[in-house]
């Protein structure tokens, strides 16, 4: 089991609903504008833009960026106490009380996916009730990302198990591609050739972001048709 994400270009909008969506479901704070000038945005799901072309002929597009969760990832490997890691169905995922914010990991990471937690997190009143109760906050001085809404899988599985069957494709979904209006983000096993992603990802329009650097993303964009 691989899970992996295929982002459609052809079908993306650049709504932003996957990133609001994203942030809900994962109680990612919201940055103040003074912060986010000085870089210190958290976002576990970004809106990249892109400009093509030259004026008057200039071409703006906008497409999201989780994080890529590589099957060779440069940010397990320069971890001094192991806050980060594969897990075994290929999710880099972080430890958060073992973080010890040297912040090694977000430097090594080439698609900059990871955000540092500067302040100790605070909510406007009435808002801390709405948080998500599956997904732990994270402390002052660690770093966090995207984990492929891996709360969710673990629930899926608990159901799945309690009904006495295998995990069926469907019963798992990121909160991004879940709320996707143009149905650009197809999430799922990328070795199971049942699920969506297996043929999806194998496209002639098929990509990866920063192929050749050897990092393997498992998340796989489909480029636009000319
Ligand atoms: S910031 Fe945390 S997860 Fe990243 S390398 Fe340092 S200790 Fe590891």
């Given at each position: ?10 079908k ?10 994203c ?18 945005t ?47 169905e ?137």
């Amino acid at each position: 089991m691989k899970w992996g994400m295929v982002i459609d270009l052809q079908k993306c909008t650049g709504c932003g609903e996957c990133v609001a969506a994203c942030k809900l479901e994962n109680n990612v704070a919201i940055v103040e504008p003074k912060e986010a000038e000085m870089g210190r945005t958290m976002l576990w799901m970004d809106m990249l833009t892109v400009y093509e072309g030259e004026y008057p002929r200039l071409r703006v597009r906008q497409f999201p960026r989780p994080c890529m969760h590589c099957e060779h990832p440069p940010c397990t490997k320069v971890c001094p106490v192991r806050a980060t890691y594969k897990n075994e169905e290929g999710i880099v995922a972080q430890i958060y009380p073992q973080c010890i914010g040297c912040r090694y990991c977000m430097a090594a990471c080439p698609y900059t996916v990871k955000s540092f937690n500067w302040y100790k997190p605070e909510w406007a009143p009435g808002i801390r009730e709405t948080a998500n109760p599956d997904v732990s906050v994270r402390p002052v001085g660690v770093v966090e990302k995207c984990t492929f809404c891996v709360h969710r899988l673990q629930k899926a599985k608990e159901q799945a198990k309690s009904e006495g069957r295998n995990l069926r494709e469907g019963d798992f979904q990121t909160a991004c591609a879940e709320s996707c209006p143009a149905g650009a983000i197809v999430f799922g096993d990328l070795e199971n050739t049942s699920h969506r992603v297996n043929p999806l990802s194998r496209s002639p329009r098929a990509t990866r972001l920063l192929e050749d650097l050897g990092t393997e993303p498992k998340v796989i964009y489909l480029k636009e048709v000319d």
